[in-house]
């Protein structure tokens, strides 16, 4: 693929890993056009980007839109269970309107559509780690199924559009990603402790923090969704983007704690609801076919984190 050539839609594009793509893809020559309504993005997300192949759009993927384009990458959703759960009737409609028209307008143009997915579609796993053929344990009514269900119905409703229609299909399925840029108050549990430790509150750790997830820097997810769009020749249509390092909350507690210099100190609430006790990837199929790996260790990570974050918070 010559980025040269491509008019790229993100949706989504305001929102952190959007922040991330959209920069990444403006360096590599190519047009792009966000379209976003800000529900969890920022609105000055490129105030310090100046560049006239880069163009903003208010626009709800709920309603159908008509634009040219190459390639539509489509990350609008609300990604944090807190954000999802104020929500959960719009994330619903988002997550599966949103994929329906937009893979529509990608069909009308005859571009490329590359779609967000997660890890969630999982559910809380039985099989360890978690390759792409796994069908999942996810409830379908509880308090994550907006979200979780919201996923899953996109990736039928696609996988059904390219078998049938033959759209030109990739599904990232993206494990939990960090780093700069993350909304201060955005409920994830990276930045609920970076923000924690460095305004020297106590780590707040949802039930015993023995769960596990596996975390990914987003400059990896970033290549990995690059990687996934580039890529032409694949007969898999889903991929697992993610960190096969697997770490318990607890864990993580103890490392940000130690990067920022103080004695740990957490309070305890309540596990969150139909919370996964475990989360890891099995990235095989994405090293074989995409050649991506993750580069990133969560302190190297972290430490472009915790110093992103120290900026915004001073
Ligand atoms: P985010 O909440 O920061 O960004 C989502 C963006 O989508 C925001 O800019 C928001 O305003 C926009 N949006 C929401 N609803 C919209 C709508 N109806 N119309 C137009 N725009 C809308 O989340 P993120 O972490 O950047 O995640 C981006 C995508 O990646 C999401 O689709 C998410 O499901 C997926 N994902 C992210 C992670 C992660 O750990 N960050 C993990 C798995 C999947
Ligand atoms: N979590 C926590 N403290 C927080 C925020 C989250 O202990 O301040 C826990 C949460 O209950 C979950 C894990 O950390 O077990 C990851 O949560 P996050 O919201 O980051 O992502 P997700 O649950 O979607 O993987």
Request: glycine share 8%; charged share 25%.
């Given at each position: 693929?010559?980025?040269?050539?491509?008019?790229?839609?993100?949706?989504?594009?305001?929102?952190?890993?959007?922040?991330?793509?959209?920069?990444?893809?403006?360096?590599?020559?190519?047009?792009?056009?966000?379209?976003?309504?800000?529900?969890?993005?920022?609105?000055?997300?490129?105030?310090?980007?100046?560049?006239?192949?880069?163009?903003?759009?208010?626009?709800?993927?709920?309603?159908?839109?008509?634009?040219?384009?190459?390639?539509?990458?489509?990350?609008?959703?609300?990604?944090?269970?807190?954000?999802?759960?104020?929500?959960?009737?719009e994330?619903?409609?988002?997550?599966?309107?949103?994929?329906v028209?937009?893979?529509?307008?990608?069909?009308?143009?005859?571009?490329?559509?590359?779609?967000?997915?997660?890890?969630?579609?999982?559910?809380?796993?039985?099989?360890?780690?978690?390759?792409?053929?796994?069908?999942?344990?996810?409830?379908?009514?509880?308090?994550?199924?907006?979200?979780?269900?919201?996923?899953?119905?996109?990736?039928?409703?696609?996988?059904?559009?390219?078998?049938?229609?033959?759209?030109?299909?990739?599904?990232?399925?993206?494990?939990?990603?960090?780093?700069?840029?993350?909304?201060?108050?955005?409920?994830?549990?990276?930045?609920?402790?970076?923000?924690?430790?460095?305004?020297?509150?106590?780590?707040?750790?949802?039930?015993?923090?023995?769960?596990?997830?596996?975390?990914?820097?987003?400059?990896?997810?970033?290549?990995?969704?690059?990687?996934?769009?580039?890529?032409?020749?694949?007969?898999?249509?889903?991929?697992?983007?993610?960190?096969?390092?697997?770490?318990?909350?607890?864990?993580?507690?103890?490392?940000?704690?130690?990067?920022?210099k103080?004695?740990?100190?957490?309070?305890?609430?309540?596990?969150?609801?139909?919370?996964?006790?475990?989360?890891?990837?099995?990235?095989?199929?994405?090293?074989?076919?995409l050649?991506?790996?993750?580069?990133?260790?969560l302190?190297?990570?972290?430490?472009?984190?915790?110093?992103e974050?120290?900026?915004?918070?001073?």
């Amino acid at each position: 693929m010559n980025w040269q050539d491509q008019h790229v839609i993100v949706a989504g594009g305001a929102g952190f890993v959007g922040g991330h793509l959209v920069r990444a893809v403006l360096q590599r020559g190519a047009r792009v056009t966000v379209l976003d309504n800000f529900h969890t993005g920022m609105r000055d997300r490129f105030a310090g980007v100046s560049n006239a192949r880069l163009k903003i759009v208010e626009h709800d993927v709920c309603a159908p839109i008509d634009l040219s384009c190459d390639l539509i990458i489509n990350l609008a959703c609300p990604a944090s269970p807190k954000k999802y759960q104020a929500a959960p009737l719009e994330t619903w409609r988002t997550s599966i309107f949103g994929a329906v028209h937009l893979s529509e307008l990608a069909l009308r143009q005859g571009a490329r559509f590359v779609q967000a997915s997660t890890s969630e579609v999982y559910g809380d796993p039985l099989e360890h780690p978690q390759r792409e053929s796994y069908c999942g344990n996810v409830s379908f009514t509880g308090p994550r199924a907006c979200y979780d269900e919201g996923k899953r119905a996109a990736e039928t409703y696609l996988m059904d559009l390219h078998r049938e229609v033959g759209l030109d299909l990739r599904i990232a399925r993206i494990f939990n990603t960090y780093g700069p840029g993350m909304a201060l108050d955005d409920g994830r549990v990276v930045s609920n402790f970076v923000v924690q430790a460095l305004s020297g509150r106590v780590l707040t750790i949802y039930g015993d923090g023995l769960q596990t997830r596996s975390f990914c820097y987003v400059s990896d997810t970033v290549d990995g969704l690059l990687a996934l769009a580039e890529t032409d020749d694949c007969a898999d249509k889903i991929f697992n983007i993610g960190n096969p390092k697997e770490q318990s909350v607890l864990d993580l507690a103890n490392l940000v704690a130690e990067m920022t210099k103080q004695d740990l100190s957490v309070q305890n609430g309540p596990a969150a609801g139909d919370d996964p006790r475990r989360r890891c990837p099995d990235i095989s199929r994405a090293r074989a076919i995409l050649g991506w790996s993750p580069k990133v260790s969560l302190e190297e990570g972290l430490r472009s984190t915790l110093a992103e974050f120290r900026g915004r918070l001073s």
